[in-house]
């Protein structure tokens, strides 16, 4: 069963809009761990439109399960991973003029960039995730550059019309078998829903899920802890074994 990273970046989002001190993602990220989260994990943009370095540095003393950095690869948040040292980085491209996250790494063009990143943080014992579409040329540079783990876009899926979703869900189901054949761990994430999620749940070398927007969207209605609890049911428990013919796919 693949495990649960909670994103509570949204948290962050409602507190800046009002520049003041609620809600705290560092009190709510206990209530994410109550409802079963198995990590939390926090964008800290350079930017910092949600999350500050404040967040990450009570967040690194009072997570107890993982605590996963998504950072851009630059020198600056090099030096703040390294001063914080979060269980895991997970490399994100970033745009300033995005709404959210919108693509994968291109790790194919920053190999040296990247290969130098990668290098620092393992120096200080921080495992690296890239998070990058599933693209057989971007997971083996991934390995090339010397990552641990991909971290795979599910936005795609995610956003497919109805008839392309069994399509884009075999690349998933294809990208984490490639994945691990390079000696790679597999997360995946963006977009899922509690609608969505369960034939992701169901594929085969994803260890986990990283899941915002939908968990804290539903904790308006049901509350933090519940919103997670109903989400690890899901993953847990994924319905309907045939979905999008994914048995089809499996590796197992
Ligand atoms: N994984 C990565 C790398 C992300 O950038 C995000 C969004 O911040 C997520 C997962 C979570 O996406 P969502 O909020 O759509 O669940």
Same mark, same amino acid.
């Given at each position: 069963?693949?495990?649960?990273?909670?994103?509570?970046?949204?948290?962050? !989002?409602?507190?800046?809009? /009002?520049?003041?001190?609620?809600?705290?993602?560092?009190?709510?990220?206990?209530?994410?761990?109550?409802?079963?989260?198995?990590?939390?994990?926090?964008h800290l943009r350079e930017d910092r439109r949600h999350i500050?370095?404040?967040?990450?540095?009570?967040?690194?003393?009072?997570?107890?399960?993982? @605590? !996963? +950095?998504?950072?851009?690869?630059?020198?600056?948040? +090099?030096?703040?991973? =390294?001063?914080?040292? #979060?269980?895991?980085?997970? =490399?994100? #491209?970033e745009r300033r003029e995005e709404v959210t996250t919108e693509?994968?790494?291109?790790?194919?063009?920053?190999?040296?960039? @990247?290969?130098?990143?990668?290098? !620092?943080?393992?120096?200080?014992? $921080? #495992?690296?995730?890239?998070?990058?579409?599933?693209?057989?040329?971007? =997971?083996?540079?991934?390995?090339?550059?010397?990552?641990?783990?991909?971290?795979?876009?599910?936005?795609?899926?995610?956003?497919?019309?109805?008839?392309?979703?069994?399509?884009?869900?075999? /690349?998933?189901?294809? %990208?984490?078998?490639?994945?691990?054949?390079?000696?790679?761990?597999?997360?995946?994430?963006?977009? +899922?829903?509690?609608?969505?999620?369960?034939?992701?749940?169901?594929?085969?070398?994803?260890?986990?899920? !990283? $899941?915002?927007?939908? $968990?804290?969207? /539903?904790?308006? %209605?049901?509350?933090?802890?519940?919103?997670?609890?109903?989400?690890?049911? +899901?993953?847990?428990?994924?319905?309907?074994?045939?979905?999008?013919?994914l048995s089809k796919f499996s590796i197992a």
């Amino acid at each position: 069963m693949a495990s649960l990273g909670v994103n509570i970046d949204h948290i962050a !989002n409602v507190r800046q809009a /009002r520049q003041t001190v609620e809600p705290d993602p560092v009190t709510m990220a206990l209530l994410a761990e109550l409802g079963g989260a198995d990590g939390i994990t926090i964008h800290l943009r350079e930017d910092r439109r949600h999350i500050q370095e404040r967040d990450l540095r009570l967040l690194r003393e009072t997570v107890r399960t993982r @605590l !996963n +950095l998504e950072m851009a690869a630059t020198k600056e948040m +090099l030096s703040i991973a =390294l001063k914080y040292h #979060p269980d895991m980085v997970t =490399l994100v #491209p970033e745009r300033r003029e995005e709404v959210t996250t919108e693509g994968g790494l291109d790790v194919v063009s920053q190999q040296s960039e @990247l290969k130098t990143i990668i290098q !620092n943080l393992h120096s200080e014992s $921080i #495992p690296v995730s890239l998070f990058v579409d599933p693209i057989s040329t971007q =997971l083996e540079t991934s390995s090339h550059v010397g990552a641990d783990w991909v971290e795979l876009h599910t936005g795609a899926y995610a956003e497919a019309a109805f008839g392309s979703q069994k399509y884009q869900l075999s /690349r998933l189901v294809e %990208a984490s078998f490639r994945s691990k054949n390079l000696g790679l761990r597999v997360n995946a994430g963006h977009g +899922l829903t509690y609608q969505n999620v369960e034939a992701v749940a169901r594929i085969d070398g994803i260890e986990e899920l !990283n $899941i915002g927007h939908t $968990i804290i969207a /539903r904790s308006l %209605a049901v509350g933090l802890k519940e919103a997670v609890h109903e989400m690890k049911e +899901l993953i847990k428990n994924p319905r309907n074994e045939e979905c999008f013919g994914l048995s089809k796919f499996s590796i197992a």
